[in-house]
């Protein structure tokens, strides 16, 4: 793929959730679900990029247990995923959700020979195998997302929007549960595991707040919190993968926030680049003072944040910094909201983001901006 261009990939649902694909091998891989309110219509369509010719090759699978609003893939199996679903039942005329644990039968997408090109492109949407399906606690309870445990294979965590709870995979029972504090009940909207601090400490999104829980305790206080990380509503968060004090927060305010929640009155380094909501932000695996962001202002915007992310020379000087803080580029093939940006778990210079109209756009961080960075 030329670093200039990107490569679109179109769906014909809507669709607000991605996630790359984790293993092994160097393959990027995204999974994209779709958001189709018609019945047995929902699928996940598995995208891979060929890097040698910039060509696309995909499988799609069915998913008949409702639209997708949120998406991960298992970083301890890379055939196995978890999605966080609505479906409606025309029996009680009720919507109910649910966190459902599927197996891919193979994790291969690339044909290989044109024989194998033939049947896949005369293929329908193949099965997968469900594993596991969690209900909430309550049945009228909205899920915002669940998330894998960094290390513990038989752990998630579910925010739904009035509690984060820590879930046995085999049991379904809630191992840690917390629920909001005061006479305001501010819902949860979204979480992540610290993959510092031994991973046992998950941050949940409380309204316009970051509130984090211990989850070795029963106890519901938070161990730490970021009151007012935002002036508006807080959309996601995620921790700085190389600084175990630092991470990145965004919401309805168009503001890109970095924190150290040591000391989380002000933010270390802010941004308001997009000019609406934004949606989602996540650091680069490698590269921390990349950050990719996506907004309801139809854009993705590829961000340095090289001042907060500085290391000591041996003198105990500042080194010079690599990249200028800001926009180092800003991608606009979409047409509607970017609801999600991820980095390749294999390549860390390729990228994805998605839109609401079933756009996802592939894309590399610019030659120049790499080479400041590895030089």
């Known amino acids: 793929m030329d670093e200039g261009n990107s490569i679109i990939y179109g769906l014909e649902h809507q669709t607000r959730a991605l996630s790359p694909q984790y293993g092994e091998n160097d393959a990027i891989r995204f999974l994209i679900g779709t958001q189709s309110?018609?019945?047995?219509?929902?699928?996940?369509h598995v995208v891979e990029l060929e890097e040698d010719t910039g060509a696309l090759h995909t499988k799609v699978f069915k998913h008949d247990v409702g639209e997708i609003w949120y998406l991960r893939c298992s970083p301890h199996d890379a055939a196995t995923l978890m999605t966080?679903?609505?479906?409606?039942?025309?029996?009680?005329?009720?919507c109910t959700m649910g966190v459902s644990i599927l197996k891919l039968p193979t994790v291969e997408v690339i044909p290989k020979d044109l024989e194998d090109l033939s049947a896949i492109q005369g293929r329908n949407a193949e099965d997968m195998t469900l594993l596991k399906t969690l209900?909430?606690?309550?049945?009228?309870?909205?899920?915002?997302c669940a998330e894998w445990h960094p290390t513990d294979e038989s752990r998630i965590s579910i925010v739904c929007?009035?509690?984060?709870?820590?879930?046995?995979?085999?049991?379904?029972?809630?191992?840690?549960?917390?629920?909001?504090?005061?006479?305001?009940?501010l819902k949860y909207t979204n979480g992540k595991w610290n993959p510092h601090q031994g991973q046992c400490q998950f941050a949940a999104l409380q309204d316009t707040h970051v509130k984090c829980y211990d989850t070795r305790s029963d106890s519901t206080k938070p161990v730490w919190s970021v009151d007012s990380a935002?002036?508006?509503?807080?959309?996601?968060?995620?921790?700085?993968?190389?600084?175990?004090?630092?991470?990145?927060?965004?919401?309805?305010?168009?503001?890109?926030?970095i924190w150290d929640f040591r000391k989380g009155k002000e933010p270390i380094f802010t941004r308001t680049d997009h000019s609406h909501w934004v949606w989602t932000v996540r650091y680069n695996t490698y590269h921390e003072q990349l950050l990719l962001t996506g907004s309801s202002d139809a854009r993705a915007l590829l961000?340095?944040?090289?001042?907060?992310?500085?290391?000591?020379?041996?003198?105990?000087?500042?080194?010079?910094d690599t990249l200028e803080d800001g926009v180092l580029q800003s991608y606009e093939?979409?047409?509607?909201?970017?609801?999600?940006?991820?980095?390749?778990?294999?390549?860390?210079?390729?990228?994805?983001?998605?839109?609401y109209d079933g756009r996802l756009v592939l894309s590399r961080v610019?030659?120049?901006f790499k080479y400041k960075i590895l030089l």
Do not use: M
């Not at 209900?135 to 915002?144: D, G, N, Q, T, Y």
């Open 135 to 144: 209900s909430p606690e309550k049945p009228e309870e909205v899920l915002r």
């Open 84 to 94: 966080t679903h609505n479906s409606y039942d025309p029996a009680t005329s009720q």
């Open 161 to 185: 929007e009035n509690i984060v709870s820590i879930r046995d995979i085999e049991t379904g029972a809630s191992v840690v549960s917390a629920s909001p504090e005061g006479r305001a009940h």
């Open 366 to 368: 610019p030659r120049h």
């Open 230 to 257: 935002h002036s508006q509503l807080a959309r996601d968060l995620d921790f700085n993968p190389n600084r175990q004090f630092q991470l990145a927060t965004v919401g309805d305010d168009a503001a890109l926030n």
């Open 37 to 44: 309110l018609k019945p047995n219509a929902n699928q996940v």
């Open 303 to 320: 961000t340095a944040a090289a001042s907060v992310c500085r290391d000591l020379s041996d003198d105990g000087e500042k080194r010079s």
């Open 333 to 355: 093939q979409h047409e509607d909201s970017v609801y999600c940006a991820e980095w390749s778990a294999a390549d860390p210079w390729t990228f994805a983001s998605l839109s």
